[in-house]
């Protein structure tokens, strides 16, 4: 490797024209024999000049050569002045470009990469590039700034102006040395950036040279806004030869300000400025900027500007612009007054109506005036339908306003804002309040959420989450409680590029408010405390004091007192409050026991290593009683068609997993040391996270396909596993019964509406798509859509994370053999599948463990032999270990006295030096899930030594610990986060990869210390001792160099990010994914071309459509409309199979009828804000995603997606399941409690017959109220899902009834 200092570069030789020339010489002959590859690769850098705003290059340059030989030739030939004529000598004058030995060695990032990476041959996109950026170089002056507020008669009201805040006259001839304001295209990120002068800049003075430095030096404010964040573009006409440009904004751009950095004045080092985030500029800015965000208007500084401005516009692709002749008017919505009005205003209503309130404002659906405007209408509304009702008209009021378009009409009919509110207000029905109602299950509560991003503190709900002992404790004051989180405009983590100092920013905007506390509707939410699963969304709880009926008083601190005891951690904030959160664990709650009933145990312990951390017993019986009480929720989708063996659980200070033991009789458990984190009061009620009732399917990941390709898998094992998931998805998608077993079942999709359940019923009827040839043809657009959508979804995580399936595996809880039967060293039969003798292991080599799989339906699996076990997240090659399956325990083992043999959970031995679990990424027992691999294929010759990390480092403080302290902790755990999902994982991987010419990949020094750093990210929630982002080790790439596969699903995002095409298994199987369907999907929901939100037609044609719909209604039977050749296929099967248990000869009722449709409209109102809420566009989602639990937009992060979709799904799970229960009587306002327990017991019970059959009738009328709104062009939204559910209810009641007839004898 050797580098080549080039020098009298002509000015206008740019690096591709340069790489060019250059490559036509390297790969020809002579060169292209001097290497084992003809296309040699190279390294062109050209050195470029210095400051923020210099463009192009010094004339000098290094080109980086593979090998010594290569660059003596080439000195050889090229370095002397009598040297060949190259293209572009002369074109910078009469000197020739000259070639001489650096003097320093390569630099360390380039050389791997040329030595591992093909020659790319990109010049002609870097020349494209290049060219884009000259046409962008120009910068735009502007005389003034300003942000403003669309109003409803599509005016623009300016709300705040740089001209106000930073007057250019007081500045005089200094600021114009500086620049004034000036707007500059950056092609590299896609931005375009505003900057101003800083607010203080008038008072450096004009001392010659002196001035010049500290000018240079002084910060300066910038305003930066996304390219695709323009959403419209007006060019507003000349004033006083200062025409204005008007942006209308997706979200708020960003505001920063900029230091020139001292390395300026070095040309050795990056002279980049120091970029700092701001909520706001200094002045009134910081008052407008939470509201009046989303309009920027900028007068230009003169016609040439303008002109300037709208050549690169159209260079950049903006949004074609729209010539206004209107001039913007000044309405003052913001003012200081206006805002204070109406702060002063919700202050003094109640807490559900002021939240909704503030909620419209703050999401910037609407003006201050304009709500003020409504309050006497909404004190009416108050008197009349009460808070609860009025404020939930004002939550769809503001789903209203969100589709409102600026021209007057919204996309279902209202055409101004009092017109919004009076619809919302019809479709606030008793049914309605009826399916929010969360008071008879406890499990779930209706959460108000608040999201604080760098500008704006964003309310959003209140929507079905699940609760925590906690919020169950005060269910009478949730409302006191907020889920509150931190993201950026976006509404997606912070992620910052480099140079900004993001980790002092999250410190101020996070750290101060969660110290400080936020005011919302005129009241004070202080930071209460998080859940580890919410903080890894950045996610918070906040509550405000309130009193109890008894008189006492309750605030954020005195909850944190009642959790227990924490003198043991008073000096270490992140471990006392990572003790704190086990209360606020999403759980149910099941039963409560004695304190008799609980015994304590003694951990199996031995060399240090805890053989039975985490995990306690629990008696048969109990553990019977625990899932009795789990089933029985009103409306509850848990049946447990196998009994659980164990369960995650939560219990005052104890945490971790209860396992059944035989040996423990009537309601006992007992529970170890290392289960109990903290002393707390209270009862003794088991709260469950999780119960471990069937097993779950083995998915492989980049991280587990690095390590194991690491050992010695051939990438073409893991290719044809993806092959052979492709072939699925394909055939799937052609079968009804396939779709259910591997779209939906195997991949979790379609699960809020039992779609997979669904699917199989109408199979058995003979149902089924075309290409199956059934008795009845499903020839549905909607359901051949959702599919799509469905198999789109796989193939997409398919191809982004390698998320690949893995048959006849899987991924089951770990507990302990407390027996300690199970040996390290023995021996239980032979291997099955395999012959001994290709076995390089013997018995004894291998940990040991059992294994029982049993599923509904199915004979029970005994795995035994070898097989491959490992957790997620892996990092180190020690993260994948062999284990001995035993299988069906001998007859002398203590296995088999158990009733229930602990299926669907691993066994881990208890002998040995070291536990088992503590080998796999630093597992243990206290709910840890692991993977067994069972097939061959994916296993190695051998795996590598555990990894052995020492404990890390407490940070202890030298006093007791406050909030505060724990307020700083969260900051710098959010800021660690960023660290650890952005770099850390990512960099292990890319370095892997480039790892793979030298055959170490994982092994290579550099990944081993990511490991150990991945390690300590993890572990900093209980140390509080943060990664130091220097400990990172020096990339062997440079950074702009990623694997193909890294791009991730946006692209290669800014221009100057290069890929090169991985050889290791995860580029060969990222390329062999076809997303171009997927791609079209996405594209698709953005431009909103199958448009869900159809609007309902009004005024004729809605009389007309009620017409047509009562005339279906009067034809409507039990078995439906009267035989009809147009009768739909799911129609005329079903019907066959009620004949059996209703009157197929009996009309309709119309009561019957119509509380169908009361249903339907109740249903779709709540889907339609469901659909709005949970988007990562600006456009609401589509049927088909929330019936697949999918969303079809591509993001950069796709973490904050599948946090959406887990959202998406728990609330259209709950709306689904309430749905169900109207249609079996089970309305949550009914005062009997024990309505699902009656029904659930139908069978057995011949008092519930008619129960039975009325629930069957509602649920068929149900269907076919769906039909007609589901038909046609106009197609109401919401029809086909709710056809959906009422099928789905068909099934289910139809399956009671044959349950009831076979226990009766009758079949």
């Not at 209860?658 to 309601?667: I, T």
Request: glycine share 6%; with cysteine; net charge neutral.
């Amino acid at each position: 490797m050797a580098s080549i200092f080039m020098t009298d570069i002509p000015n206008s030789v740019n690096h591709p024209s340069l790489s060019k020339e250059l490559a036509k010489i390297l790969h020809s002959p002579p060169f292209n024999r001097l290497t084992a590859d003809e296309r040699m690769n190279f390294h062109v850098y050209l050195h470029r000049k210095r400051g923020n705003r210099a463009r192009g290059h010094k004339g000098t340059g290094i080109l980086t050569l593979p090998t010594a030989t290569v660059a003596q030739y080439f000195l050889s030939t090229y370095g002397s002045p009598l040297r060949p004529t190259l293209p572009f000598d002369y074109l910078g004058g009469h000197r020739r470009m000259a070639f001489r030995l650096s003097n320093r060695d390569p630099e360390p990032g380039i050389v791997p990469m040329i030595l591992q990476t093909p020659y790319a041959g990109d010049e002609a996109q870097e020349q494209e590039k290049e060219e884009k950026e000259e046409k962008l170089a120009d910068l735009v002056q502007a005389s003034s700034v300003q942000l403003g507020w669309r109003c409803r008669d599509d005016a623009v009201s300016i709300e705040w102006s740089s001209s106000t805040d930073f007057p250019h006259e007081e500045a005089g001839d200094h600021a114009e040395r500086l620049g004034g304001i000036n707007l500059e295209f950056v092609e590299d990120t896609r931005e375009l950036w505003i900057s101003l002068p800083g607010s203080f800049i008038s008072s450096v003075p004009d001392n010659g040279l002196l001035s010049g430095i500290l000018s240079l030096m002084e910060p300066t404010l910038h305003i930066g806004l996304r390219w695709n964040r323009v959403q419209r573009l007006d060019f507003e006409r000349e004033q006083d030869n200062r025409p204005a440009i008007v942006f209308d904004l997706y979200r708020p751009p960003n505001f920063e300000r900029r230091q020139a950095s001292l390395a300026m004045f070095n040309s050795f080092q990056d002279d980049r400025p120091i970029r700092t985030p701001l909520t706001s500029f200094p002045g009134s800015h910081g008052r407008v900027v939470p509201y009046a965000s989303l309009v920027l208007r900028v007068e230009c500084a003169s016609t040439h500007d303008f002109q300037t401005f709208r050549r690169m516009a159209n260079v950049a692709s903006f949004p074609s612009p729209t010539y206004i002749y209107t001039e913007p008017v000044r309405r003052h919505l913001f003012s200081q007054s206006s805002l204070c009005q109406f702060d002063a205003w919700v202050a003094q209503l109640d807490w559900p109506i002021a939240f909704q309130l503030v909620a419209i404002r703050d999401n910037l659906y609407a003006d201050p005036i304009e709500l003020l405007e409504l309050r006497g209408r909404l004190t009416i509304m108050e008197q009349e339908y009460g808070v609860a009702k009025t404020s939930e008209i004002l939550r769809l009021f503001r789903a209203r306003l969100a589709t409102l378009s600026w021209d007057g009409e919204d996309e279902r009919g209202a055409t101004t804002v009092p017109e919004c509110l009076s619809k919302a207000a019809k479709d606030v029905t008793e049914l309605h309040m009826s399916l929010r109602d969360q008071t008879r299950n406890p499990g779930y509560f209706n959460c108000y959420h608040v999201t604080v991003t760098p500008t704006r503190i964003v309310p959003d709900g209140p929507y079905p989450d699940q609760s925590n002992r906690v919020l169950r404790r005060y269910a009478q004051y949730t409302d006191c409680f907020l889920r509150v989180a931190f993201a950026d405009e976006d509404f997606l983590s912070f992620r910052w590029d480099w140079g900004v100092q993001g980790e002092d920013f999250v410190r101020l905007r996070v750290g101060g408010s969660l110290k400080n506390g936020l005011v919302i509707a005129g009241r004070k939410y202080q930071f209460l405390l998080f859940s580890q699963s919410a903080l890894k969304e950045h996610a918070v709880w906040f509550c405000r004091p309130f009193t109890e009926s008894n008189g006492q008083l309750v605030t954020a601190d005195t909850i944190r007192e009642s959790l227990g005891d924490f003198k043991h951690l008073e000096c270490q904030p992140a471990r006392m409050a990572a003790r704190m959160s086990q209360a606020f664990t999403a759980t149910e709650p099941s039963v409560t026991l004695e304190i008799e009933e609980i015994f304590p145990a003694a951990d199996i312990e031995r060399n240090g290593s805890n053989f039975t951390d985490g995990i306690g017993d629990i008696s048969p019986d109990m553990a019977a009683e625990i899932a009795r009480s789990l089933q029985s929720r009103i409306g509850g989708k848990k049946r447990f068609f196998v009994a659980p063996s164990a369960y995650q659980f939560r219990m005052g200070g104890y945490k971790g997993v209860l396992a059944v033991d035989y040996k423990l009789r009537d309601m006992e458990i007992k529970l170890r040391k290392s289960q109990s984190k903290f002393t707390s009061p209270g009862t003794h009620e088991i709260e469950i996270a999780q119960a471990f009732h069937k097993p779950k399917p083995v998915y492989l990941n980049r991280n587990l396909i690095m390590i194991l390709e690491t050992l010695g898998v051939p990438a073409n094992a893991f290719i044809k596993l993806q092959d052979e998931a492709v072939d699925d998805i394909n055939m799937a998608t052609l079968s009804l019964r396939d779709c259910a077993s591997f779209l939906l079942d195997m991949h979790g999709c379609g699960t809020s509406f039992r779609l997979s359940s669904v699917f199989f019923s109408l199979s058995k009827l003979g149902i089924g798509l075309r290409d199956e040839q059934p008795t009845h043809v499903l020839d549905d657009k909607f359901i051949n859509r959702a599919i799509e959508f469905a198999a789109n979804h796989i193939l997409r995580v398919i191809k982004h994370k390698a998320r690949i399936p893995v048959k006849g595996s899987y991924t089951l809880v770990g507990v302990a053999d407390i027996h300690g039967y199970l040996k390290p060293d023995e021996v239980f039969g032979e291997h099955r599948g395999m012959k001994s003798d290709e076995d390089k292991y013997t018995h004894a080599d291998l940990l040991s463990a059992k294994v029982c799989i049993k599923e509904r339906d199915k004979k029970t699996i005994w795995i035994e032999g070898k097989v491959l076990v490992t957790r997620s997240p892996q990092a180190h090659p020690g993260d994948a270990q062999f284990v001995y399956a035993i299988g069906a325990p001998p007859p002398d083992s203590p296995f088999t006295q158990e009733r229930n043999p602990r299926p669907n959970s691993i066994v881990f031995s208890t002998n040995g030096l070291r536990s088992v679990p503590s080998m796999l990424a630093g597992g243990d027992l206290d709910g840890d899930e692991f993977n067994i691999i069972c097939n061959p294929a994916l296993w190695p010759p051998s795996c590598d030594p555990p990894a052995a990390y020492p404990p890390a480092v407490i940070k202890t403080l030298d006093r007791p610990c406050n909030v505060n302290d724990i307020a700083e902790w969260v900051a710098e755990y959010i800021n660690s986060d960023i660290l650890a999902s952005g770099m850390i994982s990512q960099d292990l991987l890319i370095r892997a990869d480039q790892s793979h010419g030298n055959g170490l990949m994982a092994r290579e020094p550099g990944c081993l210390k990511l490991a150990e750093l991945a390690s300590a990210a993890v572990d900093f929630a209980k140390s509080g001792t943060p990664v130091d982002r220097k400990n990172l080790p020096t990339p062997l790439f440079h950074r702009s160099y990623k694997p193909d596969w890294a791009i991730g699903e946006m692209g290669p995002g800014r221009s100057g990010q290069k890929t090169y095409m991985s050889k290791t298994a995860i580029g060969k199987l990222f390329r062999r994914i076809d997303l171009s369907n997927a791609d079209r999907l996405a594209d698709l929901q953005a431009r909103k071309e199958h448009n869900p939100h159809r609007a309902i037609p009004r005024k004729g044609k809605a009389r007309r459509d009620m017409d047509e719909l009562s005339r279906e209604l009067e034809r409507l039977t039990v078995t439906g409309i009267r035989r009809a050749d147009s009768e739909d296929s799911i129609s005329f099967a079903v019907r066959n199979r009620l004949r059996r248990y209703v009157d197929v000869d009996s009309p309709i009722q119309p009561e019957t009828a119509n509380v169908a449709a009361e249903q339907f409209d109740a249903y779709v109102t709540e889907l339609r804000c469901i659909c709005s809420s949970n988007t990562l566009s600006n456009k609401p989602l589509t049927e088909e995603e929330v019936l697949v639990g999918t969303i079809a937009t591509k993001t950069s992060q796709p973490r904050k997606r599948q946090n959406l979709m887990a959202q998406l799904r728990t609330q259209s799970d709950e709306l689904v399941k309430r749905i169900k229960a109207e249609l079996a009587g089970e309305r949550s306002g009914s005062n009997d409690d024990d309505d699902r327990q009656s029904r659930g017991s139908a069978a057995r019970n011949g008092s519930s017959e008619l129960e039975l059959e009325e629930w069957l009738l509602r649920s068929w009328v149900a269907w076919h109220v769906s039909i007609p709104k589901g038909a046609g062009d106009d197609a109401r939204f919401g029809a086909k899902t709710f056809g959906i559910i009422a099928l789905g209810s068909i099934f289910e009641c139809l399956r009671e009834l044959d349950e009831r007839d076979r226990l009766a004898g009758g079949i």
